[in-house]
């Protein structure tokens, strides 16, 4: 019976694969889902979700709509694991934390690692923190919110506040049984810390060293010879920038004081450097670091708005310098047909030499040791590039209006204007970073100021030098 | 008289400073080493560097002159640990391995995880790589060129084939016990991976379980619920976006028969992150994603112009499409002086989504099941920007050349190629990838080409036809 029932139904759980091949969650899988959320199937809506990941889980929710989510986590009820809420975008996650109620939410936070538990209600206005916070158990609750003091994006956020210390006299049969004997041991843990009475952070052991050590060896015996510390006010970006340097796996989180107070783990890393690595982009791009693929129209365009803004100022002063040529223009079109060439050249190049300066600067590898020889470097490439560019540009031209001449001025425009891109591509990244900016965010509108300026007024400017004097 | 010595001498070991505020090596520590090369110092050179990690070791290589690195490592022999190659651009570690004898790399690399010694070998050309390989033992070898068999970017080339493997038969404490006993462990570990007679992986067990878990319980009882594995011949990215996606420190790698073969951990998975998000970004740039600050002026250039040859080619384009109006131009200079604002405009729009687009489809937040609804979400940007941002040019254009016609006209030809930078801005990079492209390369070149062609096309074809009508 059962099995021609398989056969016949294809939503069967046995046949239902949950991601199609390009990764999505798949349409018969939702379905099912969803049609079980309609029948409020609560068996069967555990049989489809429990055996997810969270970050499946995640996904899951993300292709529902918003009152599916909601239902879905009420009938799911405590098996509902709120891990999978960090996997969400956070327009997402707000929707689902203003649907659930506050006691339903406490309840699913209370029961994540407090690094997740902080991530969730960040992003939350007061009231609503508040509204949730006040259904968490005191102790929870003053954790949380001592997390929740130390400013965005630091460390303190980032850290899990669950740990294993052990005083430095006891050995790595001790630890190790404390480990078997004790219930509520972290979820996950790479290293354990060694602290004084006060709680200073002495040392960490790898698990990998603590598995290779004999039974009656000290744990200081067997901590790591280098012992890399975060400190929890310290900007995330750091923490990430050191594990990298030092290949971490998990890094112990100390506070004012040295006194050991959390631990960040990779994981939490790991999406640190990514979107890290995606503001760059973003801000090279003039689009808002925080614009996630599911905000409203009206988000983004507003978000987008004032970069356009100010690309339309500075179009104006390409705007004026070419303005300035009026007459020469007038007396010879082929200028105008021309001149968008040069200024988009050397605004490519501009690009190329920013975006190599903007990302050295990010990760550290441009800085003042080196920025001189850097700043010859691309002027050199600028001047090279320059050079066979302007050949093949000036033979076109020249053929094109059968006018040598024409060519010799866009030839000598081109090649100024690809050293100035070459010049201020890197200088000014570099000065805006010297200003403690962030080069990734301004550095584009001024090169390419620089480049259509630069561009128009070469190739206006020597044509009118030239054509008058011929 | 040591202490006195101390006080005289500021380069002494105690107040030497590594590192500068910015991170770069210090002058003053570059300056000691230099000094003890010099002076073929042995004694104050290991005192120098064998404290450094292998990080920071890479850092100094890269502070150094070519002829210092070759020496410091000479010098340091045996106690030079070539990890520190790991750390350094292509550039700088071929040079070394270049200047140094194939014996010492030979001797150096076989110290290696397998992973660091295949990263070291696989940039260098055949012979030179088959001159190391010649000085390492016979079953080294082997195993390093199975593992350079494997494709570039594969996670069988970012593997460590070093890795603990038991029987499902043995119990915890059987295990810790062959865990201390054993000398020869790979370096650092995170799981210990149970497998059957043939090798072929039946389950994985994490260190924090290991430890929690009582003597006598089966490996097979404490494994994880859900296992993760890597095929050897699989991209890295894929692994990097498993690892991100399931929050992995380490992950199994297995060959076509499903046997245990290797162990990819998160340091290698950090890098590949750090990688592919630098790739888009240079990707969108035009430049090259193998330059490096360390390359040569010859290299960069050669590496840059192919892009720049293309956005000449494309500039033409937008050139004759100006050349077809060159009648109303000579008529009106003034649509010379604002058209490059209505391609600008278009183009920075269009990069602004093409960005988002390319992210999103890297990171698979954007597919075919999402595809139609952001594509309409980015043409009603485009539109609703391009009304509020045509206002402005309008009023400006209409007020600087008092005419409220060529007002009209600029405003309208801006709403047009807004709308068409967003569609296109998203449609080009969707193609791209459903070709099996990397959106990320070729975008840029089409959606400067459309927005540019659309920006003058609409603007000077609106006025032709709007001037010759009044």
Chains 1, 2 share one sequence.
Not at 157 to 178: H, K, S
Not at 203 to 227: E, I, N, S
Not at 275 to 289: F, I, Q, T, W, Y
């Amino acid at each position: 019976m059962r099995e021609d029932q398989d056969s016949i139904d294809p939503r069967a759980e046995d046949t239902l694969t949950v991601r199609e091949e390009d990764g999505a969650i798949s349409d018969a899988f939702r379905g099912a889902v969803q049609a079980a959320i309609e029948a409020r199937d609560v068996d069967r809506l555990k049989a489809l979700t429990i055996p997810l990941h969270e970050a499946d889980m995640g996904d899951l929710l993300e292709a529902l709509d918003a009152d599916e989510r909601r239902r879905l986590i009420e009938l799911l009820g405590p098996d509902f694991d709120f891990t999978a809420l960090t996997e969400l975008d956070e327009t997402v996650r707000v929707q689902i934390l203003h649907a659930i109620s506050p006691r339903i939410a406490a309840r699913g936070i209370s029961a994540l690692d407090s690094d997740d538990a902080v991530y969730i209600l960040e992003d939350l206005d007061e009231d609503h923190k508040a509204a949730i916070l006040e259904h968490l158990p005191a102790p929870e609750r003053v954790a949380l919110l001592r997390s929740l003091d130390y400013p965005e994006e630091s460390a303190g956020r980032r850290m899990q506040t669950e740990f294993i210390a052990v005083p430095p006299f006891w050995t790595v049969g001790r630890t190790i049984d404390y480990l078997r004997e004790t219930a509520d041991l972290p979820d996950t843990f790479y290293e354990v810390f060694v602290v004084d009475p006060g709680y200073r952070l002495i040392g960490a052991v790898a698990l990998d060293r603590l598995l290779r050590a004999k039974r009656p060896v000290l744990m200081t015996a067997v901590k790591k010879d280098q012992l890399h510390v975060v400190k929890a006010s310290e900007d995330q970006e750091e923490v990430a920038r050191m594990f990298e340097h030092y290949n971490l796996v998990s890094a112990p989180v100390v506070d004012d004081a040295g006194r050991l107070v959390g631990v960040v783990t990779i994981d939490d890393v790991v999406d640190v450097i990514q979107e890290e690595a995606d503001e760059d982009l973003r801000a090279l791009a003039g689009v808002g670091s925080d614009e996630e693929l599911s905000d409203t129209v009206g988000y983004i365009s507003r978000s987008r708005l004032p970069w356009l803004v100010v690309n339309l100022g500075t179009a104006f002063i390409s705007a004026s310098i070419i303005a300035l040529f009026e007459n020469t223009i007038e007396k010879m079109v082929a200028l105008a047909v021309l001149m968008p060439i040069v200024a988009s050249m050397g605004g490519n190049a501009g690009n190329q030499t920013m975006t190599v300066a903007v990302r050295a600067l990010a990760t550290k590898d441009l800085g003042s040791h080196n920025a001189r020889r850097v700043v010859s470097r691309e002027v050199l490439v600028g001047l090279i590039n320059g050079l066979v560019l302007a050949t093949a540009l000036g033979a076109i031209a020249a053929f094109w209006f059968s006018s040598a001449q024409l060519g010799a001025v866009i030839s000598s425009a081109l090649v100024l204007n690809m050293l100035a891109a070459g010049l201020f591509g890197i200088l000014i990244p570099l000065a805006i970073s010297r200003l403690k900016l962030d080069p990734a965010v301004a550095s584009g509108v001024f090169v390419t100021m620089v480049t259509d300026a630069v561009g128009f007024f070469a190739f206006l400017g020597l044509a009118t030098w030239w054509f008058s004097l011929t």
